[in-house]
């Protein structure tokens, strides 16, 4: 009956990273829907690849720690001293990898794009370029949220 406890902290550590936000330019919160947003148009003057780096909320390191504790219990058998042990060290080893692991998950890549407003302002978006945008196509701003870009409709 040990073998179950411990395999469903370690399935809990291992996937932790399935927390971690899908942060696209395409992916919405269901807070966003019913929200007005602002439209402008514009132009991609230039685009760079940037490099990101996540705010880390803890949720990996907790659950890491949870995980590795109730992992770590088992260790020492019918002796407690050796499961307070274990469970100590289970924590102090999934907390680790739990921060590793959120880490990692919102770490990446993304692109800078410099966008010319029909107004004449230029302007800074970073997002993914899953649309594969290229400088010189016409763009909608939608400023609600958080700003993001898409392609303009032709002859907009």
């Known amino acids: 009956m040990r073998v179950l406890p411990l395999m469903l902290a370690l399935c809990v550590a291992a996937n932790l990273a399935a927390c971690a936000p899908a942060n696209t330019n395409t992916t919405y919160t269901s807070a966003d829907i019913g929200r007005t947003a602002q439209i402008a148009y514009g132009v991609i003057v230039s685009m760079r690849e940037v490099r990101l780096q996540g705010q880390p909320t803890g949720v990996g390191t907790v659950g890491g720690a949870a995980a590795g504790a109730v992992a770590g219990s088992y260790i020492g058998g019918r002796d407690p001293r050796a499961n307070v042990l274990g469970a100590?060290?289970?924590?102090?080893?999934?907390?680790?990898?739990?921060?590793?692991v959120e880490g990692a998950a919102s770490t990446g890549t993304a692109v800078e794009f410099i966008i010319r407003e029909d107004t004449g302002h230029t302007i800074s978006v970073v997002q993914t370029n899953e649309e594969q945008f290229r400088p010189g196509e016409r763009v909608v701003l939608t400023r609600g949220a958080r700003t993001r870009i898409a392609r303009a409709a032709p002859g907009v």
């Open 88 to 100: 100590i060290g289970g924590a102090i080893i999934g907390g680790l990898a739990g921060n590793a």
